[in-house]
T-cell receptor, first 116, second 113 residues
Framework: GAVVSQHPSRVICKSGTSVKIECRSL??????MFWYRQFPKQSLMLMAT?????????EQGVEKDKFLINHASLTLSTLTVTSAHPEDSSFYIC????????????FGPGTRLLVL | RKEVEQDPGPFNVPEGATVAFNCTYS??????FFWYRQDCRKEPKLLMS???SGNEDGRFTAQLNRASQYISLLIRDSKLSDSATYLC??????????????FGSGTQLTVLP
């Protein structure tokens, strides 16, 4: 099946710093990538939909200036958490949609962010 | 009301038991339905799609009732390796022609030896 990678898998940072998370589709081109966040014992919540070459579409309540998304190529999307605070600590998961395969989304392994 | 609701559990069952999970969704325009499995601290993985006629994959059987907006997953002869959180996932219209996956909060299953 299609493989999606994320980097880093785990990051610990100080409050106020920015953290960049990369999501790559390794063996296919993804016109659309999705960024989710999951707090402990809660559901995955969609943060934004990222389309290659255009601006991301953010879900209600997600600050676009705080969570910067760049989808510069068909295999790479990045999420930058700017001025991170402890409440941003979460499990961030990306997924990529394979063009021509309908709605199938392939999930990355996730990035665990801890802001001290 | 949550868009996708599941009993959070936990369900603790002995090996070999049959266990059933239920899920309801609120958006009648939902178009596709899935069960995902998520192991602790890992990403979700697609277990199976759910079709209106019901479908089976080995020990797993999924059912969909569109009139009641209800989805179920039955696991027979449960194994230790089935221990995970099971997520009910619904594909719903988003805006325009876009659609998005909406996840339930998951039902935790522990299969005991």
């Amino acid at each position: 099946g299609a493989v999606v990678s994320q980097h880093p898998s785990r990051v610990i940072c100080k409050s106020g710093t920015s953290v960049k998370i990369e999501c790559r589709s390794l063996d296919f081109q993804a016109t659309t990538m999705f960024w989710y966040r999951q707090f402990p014992k809660q559901s995955l919540m969609l943060m934004a939909t990222s389309n290659e070459g255009s601006k991301a579409t953010y879900e209600q309540g997600v600050e676009k200036d705080k969570f910067l998304i760049n989808h510069a190529s068909l295999t790479l999307s990045t999420l930058t958490v700017t001025s991170a605070h402890p409440e941003d600590s979460s499990f961030y998961i990306c997924s990529a949609q394979l063009a021509g395969e309908g709605e199938t989304q392939y999930f990355g392994p996730g990035t665990r962010l801890l802001v001290l | 009301r949550k868009e996708v609701e599941q009993d959070p559990g936990p369900f603790n069952v002995p090996e070999g038991a049959t266990v059933a999970f239920n899920c309801t969704y609120s958006n009648s325009a939902s178009q596709s339905f899935f069960w995902y499995r998520q192991d602790c601290r890992k990403e979700p993985k697609l277990l199976m799609s759910v079709y209106s006629s019901g479908n089976e994959d080995g020990r797993f059987t999924a059912q969909l009732n569109r009139a009641s907006q209800y989805i179920s997953l039955l696991i027979r002869d449960s194994k230790l390796s089935d221990s995970a959180t099971y997520l009910c996932v619904v594909l719903t219209p988003f805006s325009g022609s876009a659609r998005q996956l909406t996840f339930g909060s998951g039902t935790q299953l522990t299969v005991l030896p």
